[in-house]
């Protein structure tokens, strides 16, 4: 089987250059033509970033060193919760940290995806919360209202969103305990992927970091277990890792552990949704 892997020499140039082509291509981008290009961060400050001086002053943002300067577009700045005006410029380094987005997302999926149900409940319940968000911030009005990025024409990720929790909900039909069909690789790399593409294409990347914190357990439990494994020369931190399985070792059967990640699932894109409204 070909992974989609940090080490792989393909998928992070290959995942690079679609985060280039999304925030670079601008509004000549076929999906953007006829959008409001005066009201689009490809042209000037959203109104998520903008500290108005007295009176009405030209619009300025704040950076990360903290001065107060006047910005032409976007494209580069990372939003970070709990701050209206504050944005983090990444410079050329936003294309790799683009890639890692998608490339950790694509990953930290395939690792879920060890019981029946699991990774597609998981991916079913993100990507509502990012058909939610997606729609958010493809308007100007609540984009303004809740201090986020504008993206126009993210709506139409709203329906890709929906389409895709709908998808996961219709297999898991048939991949709820015990499993008649298995997505494997095949399946869970392109979930990952595609929730990692929406999470950048519409500048929420924290959102998919929040909402799935249970991808990014898996992911910190395998690191983990790798880590102390080498130190203490084979030594276990878990009684197996990814985390759903030293559930299983401790005698928890996996439909308890499955619903319960679920659960967790579901309260933290309750809280994703909650911090793109706390700033």
Same mark, same amino acid.
């Not at 080490?7 to 999304?22: E, Q």
């Given at each position: 089987?070909?992974?989609?892997?940090?080490?792989?020499?393909?998928?992070?140039?290959?995942?690079?250059?679609?985060?280039?082509?999304?925030?670079?291509?601008?509004?000549?981008?076929?999906?953007?033509?006829?959008?409001?290009?005066?009201?689009?961060?490809?042209?000037?400050?959203?109104?998520?970033?903008?500290?108005?001086?007295?009176?009405?002053?030209?619009?300025?943002?704040?950076?990360?060193?903290? *001065?107060?300067?006047?910005?032409?577009?976007?494209?580069?700045?990372?939003?970070?919760?709990?701050?209206?005006?504050?944005?983090?410029?990444?410079?050329?380094?936003?294309?790799?940290?683009?890639?890692?987005? *998608?490339?950790?997302?694509?990953?930290?999926?395939?690792?879920?995806?060890?019981?029946?149900?699991?990774?597609?409940?998981?991916?079913?319940?993100?990507?509502?919360?990012?058909?939610?968000?997606?729609?958010?911030?493809?308007?100007?009005?609540?984009?303004?209202?809740?201090?986020?990025?504008?993206?126009?024409?993210?709506?139409?990720?709203?329906?890709?969103?929906?389409?895709?929790?709908?998808?996961?909900?219709?297999?898991?039909?048939?991949?709820?305990?015990?499993?008649?069909?298995?997505?494997?690789?095949?399946?869970?790399?392109?979930?990952?992927?595609?929730?990692?593409?929406?999470?950048?294409?519409?500048?929420?990347?924290?959102?998919?970091?929040?909402?799935?914190?249970?991808?990014?357990?898996?992911?910190?439990?395998?690191?983990?277990?790798?880590?102390?494994?080498?130190?203490?020369?084979?030594?276990?931190?878990?009684?197996?890792?990814?985390?759903?399985?030293?559930?299983?070792?401790?005698?928890?059967?996996?439909?308890?552990?499955?619903?319960?990640?679920?659960?967790?699932?579901?309260?933290?894109?309750?809280?994703?949704?909650?911090?793109?409204?706390?700033?």
């Amino acid at each position: 089987s070909y992974e989609c892997t940090l080490s792989n020499h393909i998928a992070i140039p290959g995942a690079a250059l679609l985060v280039w082509y999304l925030h670079a291509a601008g509004p000549e981008q076929p999906f953007l033509r006829g959008a409001n290009l005066e009201a689009s961060p490809w042209k000037a400050p959203p109104a998520a970033l903008v500290d108005r001086g007295p009176g009405g002053a030209p619009p300025t943002t704040i950076g990360p060193t903290d *001065v107060v300067h006047t910005r032409a577009d976007h494209r580069t700045d990372l939003q970070l919760p709990f701050f209206k005006h504050f944005c983090l410029d990444l410079g050329l380094l936003f294309l790799f940290f683009g890639a890692l987005v *998608v490339v950790g997302s694509s990953n930290a999926v395939n690792l879920t995806d060890g019981l029946d149900g699991l990774a597609t409940g998981c991916v079913a319940i993100v990507g509502i919360t990012f058909a939610v968000v997606t729609y958010l911030v493809g308007r100007a009005d609540t984009a303004d209202y809740l201090y986020v990025f504008h993206v126009p024409g993210a709506g139409e990720l709203t329906v890709f969103c929906a389409a895709l929790a709908g998808a996961c909900l219709g297999f898991l039909w048939f991949n709820a305990f015990p499993a008649t069909v298995f997505m494997g690789d095949t399946g869970s790399l392109a979930l990952g992927g595609a929730l990692g593409l929406v999470a950048v294409a519409s500048r929420a990347e924290f959102v998919l970091l929040v909402a799935g914190g249970i991808f990014v357990v898996e992911v910190v439990s395998v690191l983990l277990q790798r880590r102390y494994f080498r130190m203490t020369g084979g030594g276990r931190l878990f009684l197996c890792a990814p985390l759903h399985h030293h559930y299983q070792f401790k005698g928890q059967h996996e439909v308890k552990v499955t619903v319960r990640f679920w659960i967790v699932t579901i309260l933290l894109s309750l809280l994703a949704l909650a911090l793109f409204k706390l700033r």
